[in-house]
């Protein structure tokens, strides 16, 4: 979670790296790349300021800006991404519709692919803890109370609604377990300290 400058820039930085952007901060008037770069930067400024919980008037104004610029944003992508709810070094490499329960919560360095639902069931509003290094696959469910460890791949158009183990692949309808790869040939080579066990 973001809770001060400090905090901020080392989540703008993993975000940065996460997808490999070049320079240090995206162009308005670029292509669909800087424009996802740009929503990640408003996602983070808006966590920022909502952390804060300030009644300085200038910083309330700051908080409103990014949580417009941020819901705007997310509008024009498709993305449904609540505050506070993914840890820093996320990807997402494709606009598209993504959607993340906001009681749910994901880990540092996880790559989110187009048509990813992260949601609840059964009439609860309990939704997935997912772990650090995680690659989603395209058209992903992860529906319910439920685990994913880390360093886990979950296929394309998989629909996950069991705990998943550390360092594995999954895939199918309901997911099941093929193969012991990990997530990290799915992963930025920027984000180089996933290698090391960070």
């Known amino acids: 979670m973001i809770n001060n400058k400090n905090d901020l820039s080392f989540y703008l930085e993993r975000d940065r790296l996460a997808d490999g952007y070049d320079g ?7 292509s669909w790349p800087n424009r996802i770069w740009q929503y990640k930067i408003f996602l983070r400024k808006a966590e920022y300021y909502r952390n804060l919980n300030s009644k ?3 910083q309330r104004i700051s908080e409103k800006y990014y949580l417009y610029r941020y819901t705007s944003c997310g509008i024009k992508l498709g993305y449904t991404i609540p505050l506070n709810v993914v840890e820093e070094g996320l990807s997402l490499p494709h ?15 996880c790559r989110i692919m187009a048509g ?3 949601g609840s069931t059964n ?9 650090d290094n995680v690659y989603i696959g395209a058209g992903a469910k992860i529906i319910g109370n439920i685990s994913i460890g880390d360093n886990t791949v979950i296929g394309a158009n998989s629909v996950v609604t069991k705990n998943i183990g550390l360092n594995i692949t999954v895939a199918g309808v309901p997911a099941r377990k093929i193969s012991d790869n990990s997530s990290f040939m799915n992963l930025s080579s920027s984000l180089d300290l996933l290698h090391k066990g960070e």
Do not use: C, E, Q, R
Request: no cysteine; net charge positive.
């Open 95 to 109: 606009y598209g519709t993504i959607i993340i329960n906001a009681n749910s919560h994901i880990g540092k360095n």
């Open 116 to 118: 990813v639902v992260i």
């Open 123 to 131: 009439g609860t509003n309990i939704a997935a803890i997912i772990g």
């Open 24 to 30: 240090v901060k995206p162009n308005p008037f670029g």
């Open 56 to 58: 300085n008037i200038l």
